[in-house]
């Protein structure tokens, strides 16, 4: 199995700062990367797919890079809407496989 | 709009079986590949297993192989999980998802 692992596991963060949060697969996956974003009690929301590609309806100041084994998640102006956890995922090979998480709380 | 609609979930004793449904209305459920995706409480995502467009193919997590059985009936635009053996550790909020799309997820407690 492709183990995917997330850095940091939590960050403290102000309003308007730049957020950058890092995957790695334990193996290359190309682009198979997707980022999710979930906020308590409620169901995760896709943001990126292809490692790199936004979603409809997803702000630009979400935006996403990498391909092979080494993935990152930027926030560009971090706002209050903005603070939950992200998981990226693999769906290069079966069984998919999601990072721990990276809660993004306020500073 | 697009809606995902978990059902079934509840608390059932450790060894007992119980069905999860999903109701897909407002996109082409039959050309999506639908997946299941739970979450333990307070823990992080784990995949569970994925069904093809037509049915064909189905994927499982190591986890639940054997155990669970994922289906679907296009006629109904409905998905479904199986579970079976159930066990304390498959505790957890289930969610459907079918990309981009998730439910609202349902709570399933096994527990004596």
């Known amino acids: 199995d492709i183990q995917m692992t997330q850095s940091p596991s939590s960050l403290s963060a102000s309003v308007g700062d730049r957020v950058i949060i890092t995957c790695r697969a334990s193996?290359?996956?190309?682009?198979?990367l997707a980022w999710f974003q979930q906020k308590p009690g409620k169901a995760p929301k896709s943001l990126i797919y292809?490692?790199?590609n936004l979603q409809s309806g997803v702000p630009s100041k979400f935006s996403g890079s990498g391909s092979g084994t080494d993935f990152t998640l930027t926030i560009s102006s971090l706002q209050p809407e903005d603070f939950a956890t992200y998981y990226c995922?693999?769906?290069?090979?079966?069984?998919?496989?999601f990072g721990g998480g990276t809660k993004v709380e306020i500073k | 709009q697009v809606q995902l609609v978990e059902s079934g979930g509840g608390v059932v004793q450790p060894g007992r079986s119980l069905r999860l449904s999903c109701a897909a209305s407002?996109?082409?459920?039959?050309?999506?590949?639908m997946h299941w995706v739970r979450q333990a409480p307070g823990k992080g995502l784990e995949w569970v297993a994925v069904i093809s467009y037509d049915g064909s193919n189905k994927y499982y997590a190591d986890s639940v192989k054997g155990r669970f059985t994922i289906s679907r009936d296009n006629s109904k635009n409905t998905l479904y999980l199986q579970m079976n053996s159930l066990r304390p550790e498959d505790t957890a909020v289930y969610y459907c998802?079918?990309?981009?799309?998730w439910g609202q997820g349902t709570l399933v407690t096994v527990s004596s």
């Open positions: 998802e079918g990309n981009p799309y």
């Open positions: 995922q693999q769906y290069h090979s079966y069984p998919r496989t």
């Open positions: 193996q290359g996956i190309s682009n198979y």
């Open positions: 407002g996109f082409t459920f039959s050309s999506f590949a």
């Open positions: 292809g490692a790199s």
